[in-house]
């Protein structure tokens, strides 16, 4: 389906910081051993860091605002990676449209943006912004009684969606939660964001994505623990709400290779393996498992 006039085209915009802005307390480290061996496990993801900035200091599309009549319809949150930028989104925006989604896609930033290692490893700054955006949530809800809500998070943005839900009041509930290269760690406990939802969290995840575990091992997770994140090896959790997707080389035909970045830029994936498990407009509900997606799927249940 074919974005129609009607759809406002997408925004130009620049990254509003070039220069990653460290929280307070990030470089008050003790000059102990301890400290000395965090500031080596960071320099050495420096150039990683750098390259990352240099890429995404170009102009770039971001996802339009909703339109009224869209917001009408339902609600799709989509939180993006530790970059924090609403660019890392336009693909999913435009993918979903081609797929008939017509709800309003909101992109959220979660912190400054290119603000890599402060919205990496602020604990608490996370902690705060998702409290205060369960509220903004709430508001929508209240105003717009019965329409879908769904969330979308990618890598640090696959962190941040399980902790808005946290936050929201008991009977405030999400459609559903995608997670994407969740920067959460592995034993993370995700009951409290299924409770929060009618139909459960899905978790796309790879064995052969890298540079997860290259930035969580040295910096940490985004729920601060020191190895791979649950975006290379899964959730350990076995809850049958939890529907977890482990990479396969069959993805490779949708031009997925498994790496930690191939769900950015890859609009046929994203309408073959994320469209499906989103209410349709007409209010329709999606089954536990789209029948276009059966024999794919890694349920994770006791």
Known sequence: MKITGETPVPQILVPQVLVPQFCHGLLGIRWDSEAWIMRMRRSALAPVLATYLLLASCWLEAPPKPAPNELNTGLIIMYPGISSAPTDMINWYTALRRAGIKQAIQVKPYGPTM?????LMCYERNR?????EARRIVRYMDAYPGRPVTLIGYSGGGAIAPMVAEYMPEGYLFDRILLFSSGLSPAYDLTPALERT?????HFWSSVDFVGPLI????????????????????????????????T??????????DHTDYLWNEPWVEEFVAPWITRDDGRPTTPVPPELEGRVLITSE
């Open 216 to 247: 969580t091992i040295p910096l940490g997770t985004m729920d601060r623990q020191w190895e791979s994140p649950a975006a290379a090896v899964g959730f350990e959790m076995r809850d049958e709400r939890l529907i977890q997707f482990a990479w």
């Open 115 to 119: 603000d890599l290692l402060g919205n």
């Open 128 to 132: 705060n912004w998702s409290k205060e």
């Open 198 to 202: 009618k139909n459960g969290i899905v």
């Open 249 to 258: 080389p069959d993805m490779v035909e949708y031009n997925n290779k498994g």
